[in-house]
Every structure is written in C-alpha cells, then in structure tokens.
C-alpha cells in the first residue's frame, strides 16, 4: 500500500512558477512509476507528466513543466512555469508499480487526494 500526499498548489498569476511536491510512504519507492494527472472543472481527469528513470510529458506541459524525484526522501515534484490560465485544475499524484511508462489513469493504482492550482490572467 502506499500513500501519497500532494503540496504546493495555490494561486498564481499567468507567467508565474509553482512547485509541487507528492510524498509517499513506503519503502519501495524506487521501484514505483510517478505521475502527474491534472482536472479541470467539467472536464476528464488528464495525463501530466511520469517518471520512472526518464520523464515524459504531455504536448500540454512539454518545455514548461519539470518532473522528477528524490528517492531518498521518498518525494516527486512537478516545476510549473510559464503557467498559463488552461493549466488551472486540481493536481493529483500517482504511483504505479513497474517502470513501464504509462498516460492513463486507470493504469495507475494509488492516488492523492489532489491540490488546486489556480493561474489567473
């Protein structure tokens, strides 16, 4: 079982930066694929970006967004700049056990309970 516990979220205005961060419990983190998911009001729960030993990343957030991990300190982050008013949702974190990368919610099996990122224009 893990737990996963998303930070960070919060209002910023368009062109800033925040930083979230996802801690998880457990000892096998390492061996865990993170995500990130993001969802709009109305709208689908949506891929963000994963990581496993490399990052990939939605068209979306591809050359503004960060993945990565410290496996040490059992935590994945997710950089945000350049945020944009269509980035506005609740971010949730994820894990998957394995390495193979994967861009479906169903795919992963554990899940934050989410932080709202709000960008005003």
């Known amino acids: 079982q893990v737990q996963l516990v998303e930070s960070g979220g919060g209002l910023v205005q368009a062109g800033g930066s925040l930083r979230l961060s996802c801690a998880a419990s457990?000892?096998?983190?390492?061996?865990?694929?993170m995500g990130w998911f993001r969802q709009a009001p109305g709208k689908e729960r949506e891929f963000v970006a994963t990581i496993n030993w490399s990052a990939y990343y939605a068209d979306s957030v591809k050359g503004r967004f960060t993945i990565s991990r410290d496996n040490a300190k059992n935590t994945v982050y997710l950089q945000m700049n350049s945020l944009k008013p269509e980035d506005t949702a609740v971010y949730y974190c994820?894990?998957?056990?394995?390495?193979?990368?994967?861009?479906?919610?169903?795919?992963?099996?554990?899940w934050g309970q989410g932080t709202q990122v709000t960008v005003s224009s």
């Open positions: 457990g000892r096998t983190f390492s061996s865990y694929t």
């Open positions: 994820a894990a998957r056990a394995g390495q193979r990368v994967r861009v479906t919610v169903s795919d992963y099996d554990y």
